[in-house]
């Protein structure tokens, strides 16, 4: 396929229709509203399954019910639909289901406003649902990586039988970029665990409820044994401008996408900053970090929240001499380069000291 | 010598119940196996379990099952079904499950006329969860969280959830029934079996309410329970056929 101009919730759904993706559920909500309408338009057309649901607990039931009967399933939302959907992402988890979840996140808790915001990050990759529980949560900052990592969702998905966040905002959402899709996706990996009837077979059950204590306890290992290999596995991450960095930042989606602004301006000023933007939040990639604190004065953390994606990056540095800084605005409203570049240069000043 | 019944195929063998005595959703598990039989779809069929005493229907029927959220019951068939149009799904849900905390689910899978059957155990109370109040405890009925008796005033009114949704033109088939009887048994069976040829025909949705008993619950023998049911349940929520539209259904398929 030639490059197209597209829009990054077009983007995400095409992909996932390339991706295999045959049932798509979802409740409108801004800005994300587009994905749910291509679907309508383009799945159906591709023999897929599209319902505008009730609600996004339903949508996400339905999710589980697809997704149990061996179908590649996706639903999308924004941050008060996703905290709705927690539920069912809980229980995926437990099924161990494969899924994909889309959430474009807005500013505040409650109904905040629609302009983009990082706040669910503590939401997306502590589990966010109950239980003890995690979910592989990729942050994509261009529209060519949206169509990319939404490819990779559903591989991932289906390779660890888990549900897979895909998280961006708004301006992820509407923004149009140029961008080539991947080729079609002819052939899905077989489940055999799938509920499809049973068949000649014995019968089988998905079913999260465990009374027996040991039994249970087995579960949540083997989930947790999954969730470390995962991390060992597909841990992704983006360096820009690091080769010879001495200050480097750390952030991820739009907001890494505009620091790149920043890191070229401070560059031409003298400063020697890259940038290191996590594509996967869950797997953090803190291994990075470790390798290269030797070198870096000072790390600078930057969010479109007051403070979340910093601990994990505190985490990982703990035991290592170098200070981590953090600049955040709650999200509502997008900073600029040049707030970036004025606090890179602060930053920096500082940590010369 | 004429054999006149048998163990049926899809209800498993040397399981012990955890059901109390008396209670009404073991009677129901075996009439489906039965009727999965009668009509040769257990072999593609997939249950949904609720959140309720049924959760562990899967150590009884020797079909595929999946559990569900407590209430998610129909949005998780409708999933299923639309994924995989060729299974027969089953949604299994008590009336707490059904008519409080899956209303929204219930109601619009109903409307949109998912091809999908759907159990439903009305026992007047939540039963796995100690007798407290349901949606459809009656007037009067004393429940751990109507420690008086539920009262209009302070507790609403008992809510006849099937009747509602029999009203829908998505819905094809709607039959409320009882097992508090051998009669009330044999019309159960009679009534699952049409509701899953609704489904085998492709027409819609299908619902069949059984007023079953909870002796543990309502602090009965299993007799008193079953005379309760015959007594005071069924003048609430009558039983009989609430909705046949498959004629017409037939119909505009064609
Ligand atoms: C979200 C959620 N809330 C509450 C519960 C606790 N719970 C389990 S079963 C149940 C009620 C079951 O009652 P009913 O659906 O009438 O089925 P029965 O046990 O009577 O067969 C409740 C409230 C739960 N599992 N999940
Ligand atoms: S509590 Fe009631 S519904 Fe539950 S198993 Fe016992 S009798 Fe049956």
Request: aromatic share 8%; with cysteine.
């Given at each position: 396929?030639?490059?197209?101009?597209?829009?990054?919730?077009?983007?995400?759904?095409?992909?996932?229709?390339?991706?295999?993706?045959?049932?798509?559920?979802?409740?409108?909500?801004?800005?994300?509203?587009?994905?749910?309408?291509?679907?309508?338009?383009?799945?159906?057309?591709?023999?897929?399954?599209?319902?505008?649901?009730?609600?996004?607990?339903?949508?996400?039931?339905?999710?589980?019910?697809?997704?149990?009967?061996?179908?590649?399933?996706?639903?999308?939302?924004?941050?008060?639909?996703?905290?709705?959907?927690?539920?069912?992402?809980?229980?995926?988890?437990?099924?161990?289901?494969?899924?994909?979840?889309?959430?474009?996140?807005?500013?505040?808790?409650?109904?905040?406003?629609?302009?983009?915001?990082?706040?669910?990050?503590?939401?997306?990759?502590?589990?966010?649902?109950?239980?003890?529980?995690?979910?592989?949560?990729?942050?994509?900052?261009?529209?060519?990586?949206?169509?990319?990592?939404?490819?990779?969702?559903?591989?991932?998905?289906?390779r660890y039988r888990t549900p897979v966040m895909l998280i961006g905002d708004?301006?992820?959402?509407?923004?149009?970029?140029?961008?080539?899709?991947?080729?079609?996706?002819?052939?899905?990996?077989?489940?055999?665990?799938?509920?499809?009837?049973?068949?000649?077979?014995?019968?089988?059950?998905?079913?999260?409820?465990?009374?027996?204590?040991?039994?249970?306890?087995?579960?949540?290992?083997?989930?947790?044994?999954?969730?470390?290999?995962?991390?060992?596995?597909?841990?992704?991450?983006?360096?820009?401008?690091?080769?010879?960095?001495?200050?480097?930042?750390?952030?991820?989606?739009?907001?890494?996408?505009?620091?790149?602004?920043?890191?070229?301006?401070?560059?031409?000023?003298?400063?020697?900053?890259?940038?290191?933007?996590?594509?996967?939040?869950?797997?953090?990639?803190?291994?990075?970090?470790?390798?290269?604190?030797?070198?870096?004065?000072?790390?600078?953390?930057?969010?479109?929240?007051?403070?979340?994606?910093?601990?994990?990056?505190?985490?990982?540095?703990?035991?290592?001499?170098?200070?981590?800084?953090?600049?955040?605005?709650?999200?509502?409203?997008?900073?600029?380069?040049?707030?970036?570049?004025?606090?890179?240069?602060?930053?920096?000043?500082?940590?010369?000291? | 010598?004429?054999?006149?019944?048998?163990?049926?195929?899809?209800?498993?063998?040397?399981?012990?119940?955890?059901?109390?005595?008396?209670?009404?959703?073991?009677?129901?598990?075996?009439?489906?196996?039965?009727?999965?039989?009668?009509?040769?779809?257990?072999?593609?069929?997939?249950?949904?379990?609720?959140?309720?005493?049924?959760?562990?229907?899967?150590?009884?029927?020797d079909i595929d099952v999946i559990e569900s959220a407590h209430g998610r019951?129909?949005?998780?068939?409708?999933?299923?079904?639309?994924?995989?149009?060729?299974?027969?799904?089953?949604?299994?849900?008590?009336?707490?499950?059904?008519?409080?905390?899956?209303?929204?689910?219930?109601?619009?899978?109903?409307?949109?006329?998912?091809?999908?059957?759907?159990?439903?155990?009305?026992?007047?109370?939540?039963?796995?969860?100690?007798?407290?109040?349901?949606?459809?405890?009656?007037?009067?009925?004393?429940?751990?969280?109507?420690?008086?008796?539920?009262?209009?005033?302070?507790?609403?009114?008992?809510?006849?959830?099937?009747?509602?949704?029999?009203?829908?033109?998505?819905?094809?088939?709607?039959?409320?029934?009882?097992?508090?009887?051998?009669?009330?048994?044999?019309?159960?069976?009679?009534?699952?079996?049409?509701?899953?040829?609704?489904?085998?025909?492709?027409?819609?949705?299908?619902?069949?309410?059984?007023?079953?008993?909870?002796?543990?619950?309502?602090?009965?023998?299993?007799?008193?329970?079953?005379?309760?049911?015959?007594?005071?349940?069924?003048?609430?929520?009558?039983?009989?056929?609430?909705?046949?539209?498959?004629?017409?259904?037939?119909?505009?398929?064609?």
């Amino acid at each position: 396929m030639n490059k197209v101009f597209m829009s990054g919730n077009h983007t995400i759904a095409e992909a996932a229709i390339r991706a295999g993706c045959k049932c798509y559920f979802g409740y409108p909500i801004t800005p994300q509203n587009e994905l749910g309408e291509y679907m309508a338009a383009n799945l159906r057309q591709a023999g897929g399954t599209f319902i505008q649901s009730e609600s996004e607990i339903a949508a996400i039931n339905m999710v589980v019910g697809a997704a149990a009967s061996g179908v590649r399933a996706m639903t999308s939302s924004s941050s008060p639909g996703i905290s709705l959907k927690q539920e069912g992402i809980s229980f995926l988890s437990g099924f161990e289901l494969p899924a994909v979840i889309v959430n474009m996140m807005r500013g505040g808790p409650g109904m905040g406003n629609i302009a983009p915001a990082q706040g669910d990050y503590y939401q997306s990759t502590r589990g966010g649902g109950h239980g003890d529980y995690r979910t592989p949560v990729l942050a994509p900052a261009s529209v060519q990586e949206l169509a990319d990592l939404t490819m990779v969702a559903f591989d991932l998905a289906d390779r660890y039988r888990t549900p897979v966040m895909l998280i961006g905002d708004g301006m992820m959402g509407q923004m149009k970029e140029p961008v080539v899709f991947p080729e079609l996706v002819k052939q899905l990996p077989e489940k055999k665990w799938a509920l499809k009837g049973r068949g000649e077979g014995p019968s089988r059950y998905l079913a999260s409820l465990i009374l027996d204590g040991l039994e249970n306890e087995r579960h949540n290992w083997k989930l947790v044994r999954k969730y470390q290999e995962i991390a060992d596995c597909e841990t992704r991450y983006e360096l820009y401008m690091m080769e010879d960095a001495e200050y480097a930042v750390v952030a991820y989606g739009t907001t890494a996408r505009i620091i790149k602004g920043a890191i070229k301006r401070a560059r031409r000023e003298g400063i020697p900053v890259g940038l290191i933007r996590p594509i996967t939040l869950f797997p953090f990639p803190e291994k990075v970090l470790q390798e290269i604190a030797h070198r870096i004065k000072g790390f600078l953390v930057f969010e479109m929240s007051t403070g979340q994606m910093v601990d994990d990056v505190r985490l990982a540095l703990a035991d290592y001499q170098v200070k981590v800084e953090f600049h955040g605005r709650p999200g509502g409203i997008i900073p600029t380069p040049l707030e970036f570049s004025r606090v890179i240069n602060r930053h920096y000043r500082r940590m010369k000291k | 010598m004429k054999l006149i019944n048998q163990w049926p195929q899809y209800y498993k063998k040397n399981v012990v119940t955890h059901y109390c005595p008396g209670c009404g959703h073991g009677v129901v598990h075996r009439i489906i196996a039965e009727v999965l039989e009668e009509l040769d779809v257990g072999k593609r069929s997939l249950l949904v379990c609720p959140a309720g005493c049924a959760v562990l229907a899967y150590h009884y029927l020797d079909i595929d099952v999946i559990e569900s959220a407590h209430g998610r019951g129909t949005a998780i068939a409708t999933g299923v079904s639309r994924a995989n149009p060729d299974l027969f799904v089953i949604s299994y849900q008590g009336d707490g499950d059904l008519s409080a905390i899956g209303t929204a689910e219930t109601i619009h899978s109903a409307n949109r006329g998912e091809n999908i059957t759907v159990i439903f155990i009305n026992n007047a109370v939540y039963g796995m969860t100690g007798g407290q109040m349901a949606p459809t405890t009656i007037l009067d009925q004393g429940t751990t969280t109507t420690p008086l008796g539920r009262n209009s005033t302070l507790d609403g009114y008992p809510l006849h959830i099937t009747d509602v949704v029999a009203a829908f033109p998505g819905v094809a088939y709607a039959e409320r029934v009882t097992v508090a009887t051998p009669g009330g048994i044999r019309k159960t069976k009679k009534a699952i079996t049409n509701a899953f040829q609704t489904q085998i025909e492709g027409l819609g949705y299908s619902i069949v309410e059984v007023l079953s008993p909870c002796p543990t619950n309502w602090k009965m023998t299993p007799l008193q329970a079953c005379r309760w049911i015959t007594e005071e349940m069924s003048k609430e929520y009558q039983p009989g056929l609430l909705t046949d539209k498959r004629e017409e259904k037939r119909k505009q398929k064609g």
